[in-house]
T-cell receptor
Framework: QKEVEQDPGPLSVPEGAIVSLNCTYSNSAFQYFMWYRQYSRKGPELLMYTYSSGNKEDGRFTAQVDKSSKYISLFIRDSQPSDSATYLC?????????FGTGTSLTVIP | EAEVAQSPRYKITEKSQAVAFWCDPI?????LYWYRQILGQGPELLVQ????????DSQLPKDRFSAERLKGVDSTLKIQPAELGDSAMYLCASSGGQGFGRAHSPLHFGNGTRLTVT
Protein backbone atom coordinates (compact mmCIF):
# COMPACT_ATOMS: atom_id res chain seq x y z
CA GLN A 1 0.00 0.00 0.00
CA LYS A 2 1.30 3.44 -0.93
CA GLU A 3 1.81 5.99 1.83
CA VAL A 4 -0.38 8.51 -0.02
CA GLU A 5 -3.24 7.77 -2.41
CA GLN A 6 -4.59 10.35 -4.84
CA ASP A 7 -7.06 9.88 -7.68
CA PRO A 8 -5.19 10.88 -10.85
CA GLY A 9 -8.35 12.05 -12.65
CA PRO A 10 -8.44 13.63 -15.12
CA LEU A 11 -11.04 16.03 -13.76
CA SER A 12 -12.83 18.44 -16.09
CA VAL A 13 -15.17 21.17 -14.80
CA PRO A 14 -16.85 24.28 -16.23
CA GLU A 15 -15.54 27.70 -15.26
CA GLY A 16 -17.03 28.89 -11.96
CA ALA A 17 -17.52 25.40 -10.53
CA ILE A 18 -16.37 24.31 -7.10
CA VAL A 19 -13.58 21.75 -7.35
CA SER A 20 -12.83 19.15 -4.70
CA LEU A 21 -9.51 17.32 -4.72
CA ASN A 22 -8.71 14.61 -2.19
CA CYS A 23 -5.98 12.41 -0.82
CA THR A 24 -5.92 9.59 1.70
CA TYR A 25 -2.94 8.36 3.66
CA SER A 26 -1.98 5.50 5.88
CA ASN A 27 0.74 6.87 8.17
CA SER A 28 -0.71 8.37 11.33
CA ALA A 29 2.62 10.08 12.04
CA PHE A 30 2.03 12.67 9.30
CA GLN A 31 1.55 16.10 10.88
CA TYR A 32 2.16 18.54 8.05
CA PHE A 33 0.04 18.64 4.91
CA MET A 34 0.64 20.50 1.68
CA TRP A 35 -0.97 21.08 -1.69
CA TYR A 36 1.11 21.94 -4.71
CA ARG A 37 0.00 23.14 -8.14
CA GLN A 38 2.08 22.06 -11.12
CA TYR A 39 1.68 23.54 -14.58
CA SER A 40 2.95 21.60 -17.57
CA ARG A 41 6.76 21.62 -17.80
CA LYS A 42 7.09 23.56 -14.54
CA GLY A 43 8.04 22.63 -10.99
CA PRO A 44 5.41 22.21 -8.26
CA GLU A 45 4.32 25.48 -6.65
CA LEU A 46 3.27 25.51 -3.00
CA LEU A 47 -0.42 26.43 -2.62
CA MET A 48 -1.35 25.49 0.92
CA TYR A 49 0.55 24.37 4.01
CA THR A 50 -1.27 23.18 7.11
CA TYR A 51 -0.45 21.56 10.40
CA SER A 52 -2.64 18.87 11.97
CA SER A 53 -6.43 18.80 11.59
CA GLY A 54 -8.71 21.64 10.60
CA ASN A 55 -9.35 24.10 7.78
CA LYS A 56 -7.21 26.78 6.22
CA GLU A 57 -8.48 29.30 3.70
CA ASP A 58 -6.48 31.41 1.25
CA GLY A 59 -8.54 33.32 -1.28
CA ARG A 60 -10.43 30.84 -3.45
CA PHE A 61 -8.57 27.88 -1.94
CA THR A 62 -9.50 25.95 1.21
CA ALA A 63 -7.45 23.09 2.60
CA GLN A 64 -9.10 20.65 4.94
CA VAL A 65 -7.40 17.98 7.06
CA ASP A 66 -9.20 15.18 8.90
CA LYS A 67 -6.54 13.22 10.76
CA SER A 68 -9.07 10.84 12.30
CA SER A 69 -10.06 9.66 8.81
CA LYS A 70 -6.57 10.16 7.32
CA TYR A 71 -8.12 12.29 4.60
CA ILE A 72 -7.22 15.69 3.21
CA SER A 73 -9.02 17.88 0.71
CA LEU A 74 -8.42 20.97 -1.36
CA PHE A 75 -11.44 23.01 -2.45
CA ILE A 76 -11.23 25.58 -5.23
CA ARG A 77 -14.12 28.03 -5.42
CA ASP A 78 -15.10 29.92 -8.57
CA SER A 79 -12.65 27.88 -10.63
CA GLN A 80 -10.87 29.68 -13.47
CA PRO A 81 -9.22 28.39 -16.65
CA SER A 82 -5.91 29.44 -15.11
CA ASP A 83 -6.50 26.80 -12.41
CA SER A 84 -5.99 24.11 -15.06
CA ALA A 85 -2.98 22.17 -13.79
CA THR A 86 -1.97 19.06 -11.88
CA TYR A 87 -2.52 19.25 -8.13
CA LEU A 88 -0.22 17.26 -5.86
CA CYS A 89 -0.89 16.53 -2.24
CA UNK A 90 2.08 16.04 0.06
CA UNK A 91 2.53 15.02 3.66
CA UNK A 92 5.40 15.11 6.05
CA UNK A 93 6.57 13.51 9.24
CA UNK A 94 9.78 15.03 10.66
CA UNK A 95 12.02 15.65 7.66
CA UNK A 96 10.54 13.31 5.08
CA UNK A 97 7.94 14.20 2.47
CA UNK A 98 5.53 11.88 0.68
CA PHE A 99 3.64 12.83 -2.46
CA GLY A 100 0.47 11.71 -4.16
CA THR A 101 0.53 10.99 -7.89
CA GLY A 102 -1.30 14.22 -8.70
CA THR A 103 -4.78 15.00 -10.05
CA SER A 104 -5.02 16.60 -13.48
CA LEU A 105 -7.64 19.39 -13.55
CA THR A 106 -9.01 21.18 -16.58
CA VAL A 107 -11.34 24.16 -16.16
CA ILE A 108 -13.33 24.75 -19.33
CA PRO A 109 -14.19 28.39 -20.19
CA GLU B 1 9.91 36.04 -3.90
CA ALA B 2 13.09 33.94 -3.63
CA GLU B 3 13.25 30.96 -5.94
CA VAL B 4 15.13 27.70 -6.33
CA ALA B 5 17.27 27.99 -9.46
CA GLN B 6 17.98 24.98 -11.66
CA SER B 7 19.91 24.56 -14.89
CA PRO B 8 19.71 23.52 -17.60
CA ARG B 9 15.93 23.56 -18.18
CA TYR B 10 16.18 20.90 -20.87
CA LYS B 11 18.83 18.32 -21.68
CA ILE B 12 18.93 15.78 -24.47
CA THR B 13 21.67 13.20 -24.34
CA GLU B 14 22.51 9.85 -25.84
CA LYS B 15 22.55 6.77 -23.66
CA SER B 16 25.91 5.99 -22.07
CA GLN B 17 26.80 9.70 -21.95
CA ALA B 18 27.29 11.68 -18.75
CA VAL B 19 24.90 14.47 -17.68
CA ALA B 20 24.95 16.92 -14.82
CA PHE B 21 22.27 19.11 -13.28
CA TRP B 22 22.81 22.12 -11.05
CA CYS B 23 20.65 23.58 -8.30
CA ASP B 24 20.91 26.75 -6.21
CA PRO B 25 18.44 26.64 -3.31
CA ILE B 26 16.70 29.58 -1.67
CA UNK B 27 19.26 31.54 0.32
CA UNK B 28 19.54 30.28 3.88
CA UNK B 29 17.76 26.99 3.26
CA UNK B 30 19.77 24.27 4.95
CA UNK B 31 17.94 21.27 3.50
CA LEU B 32 18.16 20.43 -0.19
CA TYR B 33 16.41 17.62 -2.03
CA TRP B 34 16.73 16.07 -5.47
CA TYR B 35 13.58 14.41 -6.82
CA ARG B 36 12.81 12.55 -10.02
CA GLN B 37 9.35 12.90 -11.52
CA ILE B 38 8.06 10.68 -14.29
CA LEU B 39 5.12 12.03 -16.29
CA GLY B 40 1.84 11.34 -14.51
CA GLN B 41 3.49 10.50 -11.20
CA GLY B 42 4.47 12.34 -8.06
CA PRO B 43 8.06 13.30 -7.28
CA GLU B 44 10.26 10.51 -5.90
CA LEU B 45 13.16 11.36 -3.61
CA LEU B 46 16.63 10.62 -4.88
CA VAL B 47 18.78 12.33 -2.25
CA GLN B 48 18.42 14.70 0.69
CA UNK B 49 21.12 16.98 2.08
CA UNK B 50 21.26 18.74 5.42
CA UNK B 51 23.85 21.46 4.86
CA UNK B 52 26.69 19.58 3.13
CA UNK B 53 25.86 16.14 4.54
CA UNK B 54 23.77 13.45 2.88
CA UNK B 55 20.80 12.59 5.10
CA UNK B 56 19.04 10.11 2.83
CA ASP B 57 20.26 8.58 -0.43
CA SER B 58 18.57 5.22 -0.03
CA GLN B 59 16.72 5.59 -3.36
CA LEU B 60 19.67 6.93 -5.33
CA PRO B 61 20.98 4.40 -7.89
CA LYS B 62 24.55 4.78 -6.72
CA ASP B 63 26.06 2.75 -9.53
CA ARG B 64 25.29 5.58 -11.93
CA PHE B 65 24.04 8.58 -9.93
CA SER B 66 26.04 10.85 -7.69
CA ALA B 67 25.20 14.06 -5.86
CA GLU B 68 27.22 16.60 -3.95
CA ARG B 69 26.72 19.80 -2.03
CA LEU B 70 30.29 20.66 -1.15
CA LYS B 71 29.83 24.00 0.61
CA GLY B 72 26.32 23.41 1.82
CA VAL B 73 24.83 25.83 -0.69
CA ASP B 74 24.40 24.79 -4.33
CA SER B 75 24.32 21.19 -5.47
CA THR B 76 25.09 19.04 -8.49
CA LEU B 77 23.42 15.78 -9.52
CA LYS B 78 25.28 13.62 -12.04
CA ILE B 79 24.31 10.59 -14.06
CA GLN B 80 26.99 8.48 -15.70
CA PRO B 81 26.24 6.60 -17.86
CA ALA B 82 22.74 7.73 -18.75
CA GLU B 83 20.17 5.06 -19.64
CA LEU B 84 16.93 5.33 -21.59
CA GLY B 85 14.94 4.81 -18.38
CA ASP B 86 16.48 7.94 -16.85
CA SER B 87 14.31 10.16 -19.06
CA ALA B 88 12.30 12.22 -16.57
CA MET B 89 12.02 15.60 -14.89
CA TYR B 90 14.68 16.15 -12.23
CA LEU B 91 13.47 18.54 -9.56
CA CYS B 92 15.44 20.29 -6.88
CA ALA B 93 13.71 21.52 -3.74
CA SER B 94 14.84 23.32 -0.63
CA SER B 95 13.48 23.87 2.83
CA GLY B 96 14.44 26.05 5.73
CA GLY B 97 13.47 23.48 8.32
CA GLN B 98 13.81 19.86 9.34
CA GLY B 99 16.07 18.68 12.07
CA PHE B 100 18.73 20.21 14.25
CA GLY B 101 16.27 22.32 16.19
CA ARG B 102 14.78 23.98 13.15
CA ALA B 103 11.01 24.29 12.84
CA HIS B 104 9.32 22.31 10.07
CA SER B 105 8.81 24.17 6.81
CA PRO B 106 7.47 23.08 3.43
CA LEU B 107 9.42 22.30 0.28
CA HIS B 108 9.98 24.93 -2.39
CA PHE B 109 10.72 23.55 -5.84
CA GLY B 110 12.66 24.79 -8.82
CA ASN B 111 11.32 24.41 -12.36
CA GLY B 112 13.34 21.28 -12.93
CA THR B 113 15.51 19.87 -15.68
CA ARG B 114 13.70 17.79 -18.24
CA LEU B 115 16.07 15.02 -19.36
CA THR B 116 15.58 13.04 -22.53
CA VAL B 117 17.90 10.10 -23.15
CA THR B 118 17.97 8.83 -26.74
Amino acid sequence: QKEVEQDPGPLSVPEGAIVSLNCTYSNSAFQYFMWYRQYSRKGPELLMYTYSSGNKEDGRFTAQVDKSSKYISLFIRDSQPSDSATYLCAMSASNQFYFGTGTSLTVIP
Amino acid sequence: EAEVAQSPRYKITEKSQAVAFWCDPISGHATLYWYRQILGQGPELLVQFQDESVVDDSQLPKDRFSAERLKGVDSTLKIQPAELGDSAMYLCASSGGQGFGRAHSPLHFGNGTRLTVT
